[in-house]
């Protein structure tokens, strides 16, 4: 949540070397179940075959939703189960897809990525769900990958995250790494802004985008003058804004997740930084969290990102004011809703072209199927199943929305594994 052409992405790293070897299920298309084979990811050894539980001859159609629900992303992933539902309700308004109603099955992650893998193995296996729609953290998804590689399901993951990675297990419908973190580098710089201070929550996302950084920093004329990470959840901020205060950063790149943000810019407050002096450019801040934090601890921020709720199109218009009007006049739309909202209206449209909920058929079809999303318009790459978006960089302000303040102007291809950029290579 991109017009140049990407080739197929080599072997991917982790997921293909988890190599479970749990028996594929592929999924049916319009008639009753059936047996089918299919091949691992990356096309190598061991095909397998088995008979998909997903029933398709009735009048509907099961569909997973696997949100945290409760724990520290709970504050995140809330919304994105009630953008979910939204979609559902919409799609099933307008006739559901291909004739069927979508029943949906909610799991919650309760953000731990074993319980992620658990749920969405009981979604497969035994609710026997055509897809499913969910996962934040990259230690969730990474924990879900090799369920669904091994079980041939298909899952839409709506969060921006690290890249270096490709499933055709799984469709990515949030930014990956040149969709909004090279851009918020690149905003950067051409800011001035050359020593940077990198906070991150500790886990597979931030360590791998600081890494990332990193190598941009060092090609590009800038410093890394400090790097802190805390454990997922962490509220106790006094040492590392200690240490941001005193490095002599100009600019903070924040890759916190969760209710860690409402602590962080807490203490960045109260040790009296400022926006307007030392700003901070986060990448998983969202009106919602926003909220969380209070805008008046981070108002004039930056985040980096590939829809805001002020977008000024027909299309947002009606979606916030129909979001609103199923929950409340007082909630915000945001990034990683909005694309899981839309992920849901790719997998109809996907499943339309295709005529079939089989898993293969989903996947053969998937190529340059497109929505004209809240976001504006967002298109698959067949290739690497990610999604062509347009980087925003937006400005959060006393009204705790955010506002854009620099736009790519069109969608940029998603290129995960970096391709494109020569001082990625060997990352």
Not at 12 to 39: E, F, H, Y
């Amino acid at each position: 949540m991109s017009k140049s052409s990407v080739s197929r992405p080599a072997v991917r790293p982790a997921a293909a070397a988890a190599g479970l070897a749990i028996v594929a299920l592929t999924l049916a298309g319009c008639g009753a179940k059936t047996s089918t084979t299919t091949s691992s990811v990356n096309g190598s050894a061991a095909a397998a075959s088995a008979t998909s539980c997903v029933n398709t001859s009735g009048s509907s159609i099961k569909i997973g939703f696997l949100n945290s629900l409760s724990g520290t992303m709970a504050i995140s992933e809330k919304t994105v189960n009630d953008a979910l539902n939204m979609a559902a309700k919409e799609i099933n308004a307008a006739g559901g897809v291909l004739g069927k109603q979508l029943d949906v099955v909610t799991e919650d992650g309760a953000s731990e990525p074993t319980t992620f893998a658990e749920k969405a193995k009981k979604l497969i296996s035994s609710d026997c769900v055509a897809a499913v729609f969910g996962g934040w953290t990259s230690a969730s998804r990474k924990a879900m990958l090799p369920v669904f590689e091994g079980q041939n399901s298909l899952l839409y993951y709506p969060v921006q995250y690290e890249g270096l990675e490709a499933s055709k297990n799984i469709f990515y419908t949030g930014a990956t790494t040149n969709q909004q973190i090279i851009p918020a580098l690149d905003y950067l710089k051409e800011k001035g802004k050359t020593k940077l201070f990198l906070v991150g929550s500790d886990y597979v996302f931030p360590r791998t985008a600081n890494k990332i950084i990193n190598a941009y920093a060092k090609a590009n004329g800038m410093t890394v003058v400090g790097e802190e990470y805390t454990p997922l959840g962490s509220t106790d901020f006094a040492t590392i804004v200690g240490k941001v205060k005193s490095s002599g950063a100009d600019a903070v790149f924040n890759t916190l997740n969760g209710d860690s943000n409402v602590a962080f810019f807490k203490e960045y407050t109260n040790v009296g930084l400022k926006a307007a002096t030392l700003p901070v450019l986060s990448v998983s801040i969202a009106e919602e969290e926003v909220q969380g934090i209070g805008a008046a601890n981070i108002v004039g921020q930056l985040t980096a990102w590939n829809y805001y709720a002020t977008i000024d199109t027909p299309v947002n218009t009606k979606f916030v004011a129909d979001f609103k009007a199923m929950y409340g006049d007082k909630r915000v739309t945001s990034d990683p809703m909005e694309a899981a909202y839309t992920s849901l209206y790719l997998w109809k449209n996907t499943v339309e072209k295709a005529k079939s909920f089989a898993v293969a058929d989903v996947q053969k079809a998937a190529g340059g199927v497109s929505v004209d999303a809240p976001e504006g318009k967002v298109t698959i790459n067949g290739e690497n199943h990610h999604i062509a978006k347009t980087a925003l960089i937006g400005e959060i302000h006393d009204d705790g929305l955010i506002y854009t303040v620099w736009s790519s102007g069109k969608p940029i291809e998603p290129d995960p594994f970096l391709k494109g950029y020569a001082w990625a290579k060997g990352l």
